[in-house]
């Protein structure tokens, strides 16, 4: 089997933020494990990928700590040595430290019993545990102290140092729809196209579709078109990198109008376009682009 091109051993103090780290390398596309026995691991290094994930050389995050079946600081130190040493190996080892008294708050604040103190107070936990772990933390090669971090922080600061090109991108999607067929459920900002003028009611237009160049030319004239569409793009062009930022897996930007086929689809298109150009690379769908006419849906035209 190929290695995974990276591996990262995330360990730490319980309750110093490991489901925040791995959730989040998750989001950015890493292969995660938490608590494997590190018998184990050599299991998991020969094991097939995950299906869907064929010839995707993604990297490998594993959760390990006190609660760890077999879990031994020194085991895992050699473990580590060991498969480096075979070679094809690169490996990181994460620690999540935190102060003990913001970890006895936590505890205290969420009443979860410390894993090391089912019956004692977790202080007695998180002490125990800082012995055991203080191998670990004199041989990991990247420290986090998370005593002033909130989970998003902690994100933040994961999605920085661990977000690698071409892994976990936001997939960015614009998509055309029609409001008389029901709105998209999984859109994020929907548009309403309907206040520019409707081609529909223009004979020689009705056939065509918003990707036509004389439906598009109809639709561009309209008074209101040119400023409406600069600050639709300004206000994309500011929240679609706030969406990336945040880790968002998926952003979809929807533009309706009343039958889906001509403002709509003209506007999707030409929004697509100037993401394009800013540097993203946003999928164009139109879902109701192949549906007949129907006077019935359009409703009537202004001044009818």
Not at 42 to 65: F, H, K, S, V
Not at 242 to 257: D, N, S, W
């Amino acid at each position: 089997m190929t290695p995974p091109p990276e591996i990262l051993l995330v360990t730490g103090m319980s309750g110093a933020g490991k489901s925040t780290v791995l959730k989040t390398l998750e989001d950015l596309g890493w292969e995660v494990v938490d608590n494997l026995p590190l018998s184990l691991l050599d299991r998991l290094l020969n094991a097939l990928p995950p299906e869907g994930t064929e010839g995707m050389q993604r990297p490998l995050a594993l959760g390990i700590g006190a609660r760890t079946r077999d879990f031994d600081a020194a085991q895992v130190v050699a473990q580590v040595d060991r498969l480096r040493a075979k070679g094809g190996y690169e490996i990181g080892t994460l620690f999540l430290d935190c102060d003990s008294d913001e970890l006895a708050r936590r505890y205290d604040e969420t009443r979860r019993r410390h894993p090391l103190a089912l019956d004692r107070p977790a202080r007695d936990g998180i002490e125990r545990e800082r012995e055991l772990l203080a191998p670990l933390r004199r041989w990991a090669n990247r420290l986090i102290d998370t005593s002033h971090f909130n989970a998003n922080a902690l994100a933040q600061q994961v999605r920085a140092a661990f977000s690698r090109s071409g892994l976990g991108d936001t997939i960015v999607s614009v998509m055309s729809f029609g409001f008389a067929r029901g709105l998209p459920g999984d859109a994020d900002l929907v548009f309403d196209m309907r206040f520019l003028r409707n081609p529909h009611w223009e004979p020689s237009l009705r056939p065509g579709t918003g990707q036509d160049e004389d439906v598009a030319a109809y639709i561009v004239a309209d008074p209101a078109y040119a400023d409406a569409l600069r600050r639709i793009e300004d206000l994309l062009l500011l929240l679609v990198p706030r969406y990336i930022a945040e880790g968002k897996a998926y952003v979809t930007i929807a533009f309706g109008c009343t039958g889906g086929r001509h403002r709509s689809v003209h506007v999707a298109e030409r929004v697509a376009g100037r993401l394009l150009n800013a540097g993203f690379s946003p999928t164009v769908t139109h879902r109701d682009l192949a549906a007949a006419p129907q006077d019935a849906l359009e409703g009537h035209p202004i001044g009818q």
